[in-house]
């Protein structure tokens, strides 16, 4: 494979390796009869990308011919040294002329050649591994919503969140208005949390073609990253959605460059599951992929149990795992557990105590006081 560059399509190169570095470790390369395919894919396999660039985008472009010995190779390379060859985008504007990319297999090196000016070459000699076609499996015409707007305003829209947020929700109301709010988990108390929430006008989109009240929560991460190219290269921005927990596929499409980003959305939790966990307390812990759940469940069976065993009685009925547990216990424990910095939703740090470390406190323990003071008199007597 040979594909040489020129002029500023040097500089829309490095903006795609830019993109593609939030998304994974390693750059997939794949030079086919369509063009030059650069992808991506995080380790959770959740978030996929890819830069398709025509033979139009290149001055020269050889994919490799039907020959056996000049055969289609794809092969994959680290990020991290891909990335240093483009890491300074304003320098790539003024001082690099034209960039070579050679792919040989029988060199084991992937050549990227920058030459700049006066004179000045630069050459980078890496290393790659073969790998197999990475391709995610999706189809937009599938979607049963889309929507499409200049990539500079939803760029001005984001810029509103921190850039510590993970997941941000969009959401279309039944009136046609689009609005994207930061993911709040359910969680969350909602005195101690911050939300931010930005509508935008229908009419500020170029085409909304969505379900009335539709929504979905993904990573804001990657699409900041393609947000940033599509506002460099002036490009609109297309998205596709389905149902919550449906991945969503944003794209960008010109004349010498298609731009793909598949990102998994949240799904939504499911009712029916939690119910039994949260109010069935005193059955044994049901199966769940929350570990602190399946935790807090099995920690209040083994609670419920030795207080059967050591009253006799029956318990009482199961408390929910978000009440708070009622002042039943004398001013000493009450203090006790407010210094352990007791969490809503579990059992009181007392019975965590006296589960753990073989307590032997009974509701009589508090008169075991008068009897250390007569222990105490007698002693000074005898002085």
């Known amino acids: 494979m040979k594909c040489l560059i020129a002029g500023g399509n040097v500089k829309v190169l490095g903006r795609a390796v830019h993109s593609l570095s939030r998304i994974g470790d390693e750059l997939y390369l794949e030079p086919t009869e369509r ?49 240093g060859v483009f890491r300074s985008l304003p320098s790539l504007e003024k001082a690099v002329e034209k960039c070579l990319i050679l792919l040989n297999p029988q060199l084991s090196r992937l050549v990227v050649q920058l030459h700049c000016k006066y004179g000045v070459t630069k050459t980078h000699n890496l290393t790659f591994q073969e790998c197999e076609q990475l391709q995610a499996v999706y189809d937009t015409q599938r979607c049963a919503s889309s929507l499409r707007a200049p990539a500079q305003v939803l760029a001005e829209a984001v810029v509103h969140f921190p850039m510590t947020l993970a997941e941000v929700t969009l959401r279309v109301d039944p009136g046609g208005r689009i609005s994207l709010r930061n993911h709040v988990e359910d969680e969350a108390e909602p005195t101690k949390t911050m939300v931010t929430e930005l509508w935008l006008a229908k009419d500020e989109f170029e085409a909304v073609a969505a379900a009335p009240d539709s929504h979905i929560t993904f990573c804001l991460r990657e699409f900041r990253g393609l947000l940033s190219f599509a506002e460099a ?11 919550p927990g449906r991945p969503v596929v944003f794209t960008l499409d010109d004349t010498v460059l298609e731009v793909t980003l598949v990102l998994a959305t949240l799904s939504e939790p499911d ?29 209040i069976a083994m609670e419920t149990s030795a207080y059967e065993e050591s009253s006799g009685t029956p318990p009482p009925p199961p408390f929910p ?6 002042p039943t216990t004398d001013p000493e424990e009450e203090e006790e557990e407010e210094e352990g910095g007791a969490v809503p939703g579990t059992p009181p740090h007392k019975k965590f105590r006296s589960l753990f470390f073989g307590s032997v406190l ?5 008169n075991l006081a008068p009897m250390q003071e007569v222990l105490a008199e007698d002693s000074d007597g005898e002085y």
């Open 321 to 326: 795992l978000r009440a708070p547990h009622p």
């Open 271 to 299: 009712s029916s599951s939690q119910h039994p966990t949260a109010n069935g307390a005193s059955h044994g812990p049901a199966p769940s992929d929350d570990f602190a759940d399946d935790l807090e469940s099995y920690m």
């Open 362 to 366: 009974t509701p009589g323990g508090p």
């Open 233 to 243: 290269s002036n490009l609109p921005l297309s998205i596709y959605y389905d149902a």
């Open 35 to 83: 063009g030059l395919s650069l992808r991506a894919i995080n380790s959770s396999r959740s978030a996929f990308a890819s830069f398709l660039f025509t033979p139009l985008f290149f001055q020269r472009y050889e994919a490799g011919g039907p020959l056996p010995s000049t055969e289609l190779f794809r092969c994959k390379v680290l990020m991290k040294s891909f990335l």
